[in-house]
């Protein structure tokens, strides 16, 4: 089991900038992937950007490539998401989540950190 712990959001100004962090403990010698997504209510959970533990490769939603970064620091078991130029619309309840070594699903989700983007 992998345990996620969220933090980093808040409310800013569109054109503001936030950076997430999402920290894991338990067995994360098997993680595989971590990654970002976010949820309105009544809507679907969207997947925004998707890290590699081994090796780093990323991957982004078109909604937000150019815009957001994902990264992590293996050595602190934690991935991070900065956020700049946010929009209005990129207010949600954003989630980390950790796919573990021969999983095809997320396996693990962090507890949701709020982000509102004012206008």
């Known amino acids: 089991q992998v345990q996620l712990v969220e933090s980093g959001g808040g409310l800013v100004q569109a054109g503001g900038s936030l950076r997430l962090s999402c920290a894991a403990s338990g067995r994360t010698f098997t993680l595989y992937a971590m990654g970002w997504l976010r949820q309105v209510s009544g809507k679907e959970r969207e997947s925004l950007a998707t890290?590699?533990?081994?090796?780093?490769?990323?991957y982004y939603a078109d909604s937000v490539k150019g815009r957001f970064t994902i990264s992590r620091d293996n050595a602190k078991n934690t991935v991070y998401l900065q956020m700049n130029s946010l929009k209005p619309e990129d207010t949600a309840t954003y989630y980390c989540?950790?796919?573990?070594?021969?999983?095809?699903?997320?396996?693990?989700w962090g507890q949701g950190t709020q982000v509102t983007v004012s206008s």
């Open positions: 989540a950790a796919g573990l070594h021969g999983s095809s699903t997320w396996d693990s």
């Open positions: 890290i590699r533990w081994s090796g780093g490769r990323t």
